[in-house]
């Protein structure tokens, strides 16, 4: 592929991005052999050494999807022009932005990567990048800071804006950044507000399940990949991506490409975030509780499995979208047990408080207003808890891996009334509606309650059964 400067600049080079959108965008290329619409990558907090991986392999990587373990799909992306770390000089990422070949920017960088507290209305003030940018944007550190410097040279130069397309499992995550990015700009370039409420800022559904990178995975894709390259990402066969089509500067037509283009996302947003992504945290803290390890260990546990049938059963009330529920829950279960991908229940547990609230409270509160309880979930807002304990029922330890780890753990009691009453107090964690709920409230105290009184995993695992209706 030849090297014209690319008119995508992707912040957050993580395995995600290079298992899901590099590879709709080398389908497109292979089809199209359009060669504009290739991407920079950088990572800007973390990770340099992948980017100097891919700088020496020519930003070419193999990609191996697993549909079992004996079945697997190859593909080679080439469509990466360059990489670029921006660590504690970002200048290099802002000169690519401004760049007026870059017509889109996209995003995977994670929830607290939007420097928002969890209710998406305000700066997060005790984010160290946020916190800084605050007080001056002479060296931006944070990703609004970073779109916001950019944005504002590009109108000093007159430039066509870019599009901003986030990537990240938040609900209306377009409407966030550019909500972070407003904020910001409240503060030091007001009068650049209406213009950036006038950009575009499409949201997009997106729905791969990619595990960290192990010596293990390298190993075992040399069958496919035919050498072994530390550079392999693994991932499963499934992949969807919808996309609000909603931009200013142009796009690749990669609806032929296997992208959904839709006018709204967020019912495929409520949909995957409250039952593919809501599973995976119920599982996540109720099976590192009981000393698993592993998604396909957790589902295969059949406590856990009539868990998050039951789970499914709650949460699908809220569910509003044009598709199969009863197929749609069947294809998770079979998803989450492909023992391929050997998906760490710690990485799904990693920042619980950034996705808690959109993937069970937001539930909680339509099921609410419809006038219905939720068990299920206030059952598995109790595991999150307990979890935070940082100990499993027979006593395994593991860390808390959270940007409020030290606030949580702080909230941490004994008592489960008095514990809850902690967690609600936090700021800007907990949604007003599920704090003036004292159903749900007092639903979340019993739970607690009952699996902080589980000595062993036999009886956390009845108390599991036993919820079930």
Known sequence: MSRTVPAIVHIGLGAFHRAHQAVYLQSYFDRTGDDSWQLCAANIRSNQAIVDALHSADHCYPVVAYESEDTATLTNVRVISDTLFAGSDKSVLVQRLIDPATRLVTLTVTEKGYGLLSNGEALNQEDPAIAADWQSLDAPKSVPGLLLTAIHTRVAQGLAPFTVLSCDNLPHNGRRIQTAVCLLAQRHYPELVDSIQAMSFPSSMVDRIVPAVTDEAIAKSVRWVGRQDPLVVVTEQFSQWVVEDNF?????????????????????????????????????????????????????????????????????????????????????????????????????????????????????????????????????????????????????????????????????????????????????????????????????????????????TEALKKLFVDATP
């Open 248 to 456: 200013g500067n142009g796009r690749p037509d990669w609806e032929l490409d296997g992208v959904t283009m839709v006018d709204d996302v967020e019912p495929y947003e409520t949909m995957k975030l409250r039952l593919l992504n809501g599973a995976h945290s119920l599982l996540a803290y109720a099976g590192l509780l009981l000393g698993h390890f592993t998604v396909d260990q957790a589902i295969n546990d059949p406590a856990l499995r009539a868990l998050v049938l039951a789970y499914f059963g709650e949460a699908r009330v809220t569910v509003r979208v044009a598709v199969d529920l009863d197929d749609y829950c069947c294809a998770l279960l079979k998803r989450f047990a492909n023992n391929s991908l050997h998906h760490q229940l710690a990485q799904i547990a990693m920042d619980g408080s950034q996705k808690v609230p959109q993937r069970w409270l937001r539930g909680v509160i339509d099921r609410r207003q419809q006038g219905l309880d939720s068990p299920i979930a206030a059952l598995a807002l109790a595991c999150w808890m307990a979890h935070l304990r940082g100990t499993g029922v027979e006593g395994a330890s593991y860390p808390i891996n959270d940007p409020l780890a030290v606030s949580l753990t702080q909230c941490v009691d004994d008592e489960p009334s008095a514990y809850v009453a902690k967690l609600m107090a936090l700021d800007g964690l907990v949604p007003l509606a599920c704090r003036d709920d004292d159903r749900f409230i007092a639903q979340l105290v019993g739970s607690l309650a009952r699996v902080s009184d589980c000595a062993t």
